[in-house]
């Protein structure tokens, strides 16, 4: 481990308000990634595993009902169906006006399909919240990062400081000297 390890979870507390045991797991962990200067790797979609027959089936239905496509074909079944019950079989029709077959087929596939659609909208729910939480931690991280090199530069601001006002007090030193001497040998000389 680094030996920036114990100053980075020092330093938490002054970063986060709080104590390191009283943090979330997800910053205590992008904090123990930032002190270990590594960095939050991991694509979140792939850890869930390959999508199940089941899932794969639920997106591609869910991808073609709300597509235009699928909108523009719904339309023109609807509309060679009333033509064929209306005009084409007229008194034979086998789904007169007003269509109760057709809304019977209607509800049947809005039953299906509403299920099957949100079963896809709560596996793209699952993964945004994957997403959001990784997305979390990398900013956490970064945050962190931030405060870490604000220190340092603090640090070296300090440093800098100090050996600015070493060199002062020096020169004040060698000014006092130099005073000292030229006035010396004047009150040491003989009165006339």
Known sequence: MPSDLPR???AAPRWFGRRLEELDERVRRALTHASERRAISGDPSRCAG???????????????????????LFTLFLLVWA?????LLRGGAFDP?????????LSMLAALQ?????????????????????????????????????DKLDALRGEQ??????????????????????SAPASDSPAR
């Open 50 to 72: 390959p999508p199940s027959f089941g899932e794969r089936l639920a997106d591609r239905v869910a991808q073609l009902g709300g597509s235009w496509s699928f909108i523009l």
């Open 97 to 105: 006006y007003p269509f109760v077959f057709l809304n019977l087929i």
């Open 83 to 87: 033509g064929v019950n209306t005009w």
């Open 8 to 10: 980075y979870f020092d």
């Open 161 to 182: 400081l100090r050996e600015l006002l070493a060199r002062q007090q020096a020169q004040l030193d060698l000014l006092t000297n130099l005073v000292a001497k030229l």
């Open 114 to 150: 509403a299920p099957i659609i949100m079963m896809s909208q709560n596996r793209q729910a699952a993964k945004d919240r994957e997403m959001a939480a990784y997305d979390y931690e990398v900013n956490v991280k970064a945050e962190i990062e931030i405060m870490a090199l604000h």
